[in-house]
């Protein structure tokens, strides 16, 4: 399958701007829902695919273009796999509606010390689903092992990237340039195999 133009099934700028980087190299017109005056769809399922597939078949069905879901989160082993799925709505807004990390990563890092464990491992998790109308939905899945800092360091990136160092690594997702991250990242394996499917 060749694509040409790819809608981004998110209103999230920072996670637009990752993908649109990291299909740079090809030859696709990439727009986001914003871009189209697309709605937000709102994460009603319990697993990162079912929002994934949510997001990608609804917003392809609107606008009749290929368009790619993306449902990624942090996932904390001392607390039993928190924020999962929730993890965007685990920031809380602000005056103006938009989601406040800094505020998050606080309470996470404040909710390990109350834990009072030595376990702060985590991982990232994307799947990636591209709906493509009339054709069968493909879904793409990525992860990435590490474990939560205490101290945010960094400034880069975005979401949880300040508090998350991947395994064999000494420095945090929000200390790698793009192109660094998207190599080992959790959304980089994703679209590793994606890019396999759709631009091989």
């Not at 597939?53 to 989160?73: H, I, N, Q, V």
């Not at 998050?104 to 493509?132: P, Q, R, Y």
């Not at 990435?144 to 991947?166: A, L, Q, T, Y």
């Not at 690594?169 to 998207?182: C, G, L, R, S, V």
Request: with cysteine; proline share 4%.
């Amino acid at each position: 399958m060749r694509l040409q133009k790819l809608v981004i099934a998110s209103h999230n700028q920072g996670k637009v701007a990752e993908i649109r980087d990291m299909l740079a190299r090809f030859d696709v017109e990439v727009v986001s829902a914003d871009d189209l005056a697309l709605p937000d769809v709102e994460e009603t399922g319990t697993t990162f695919e079912e929002n994934a597939r949510l997001k990608a078949e609804t917003l392809a069905k609107f606008s009749g273009l290929p368009c790619l879901g993306d449902d990624s989160g942090l996932c904390v082993d001392a607390l039993d796999g928190r924020p999962g799925v929730y993890s965007a709505r685990y920031a809380p807004k602000d005056a103006d509606g938009k989601r406040n990390f800094d505020k998050a990563m606080d309470k996470l890092i404040g909710e390990l010390n109350e834990k009072k464990t030595d376990n702060w491992s985590a991982h990232f998790s994307c799947v990636l689903a591209l709906a493509v109308p009339e054709q069968e939905t493909k879904v793409f899945e990525g992860r990435v092992d590490g474990r939560i800092v205490p101290e945010k360091s960094g400034n880069k990136g975005f979401g949880f990237d300040p508090v998350f160092m991947p395994d064999g690594f000494d420095k945090t997702f929000a200390n790698f340039t793009p192109e660094e991250k998207a190599k080992v990242s959790h959304r980089g394996r994703a679209f590793a195999k994606l890019i396999e499917d759709c631009f091989a």
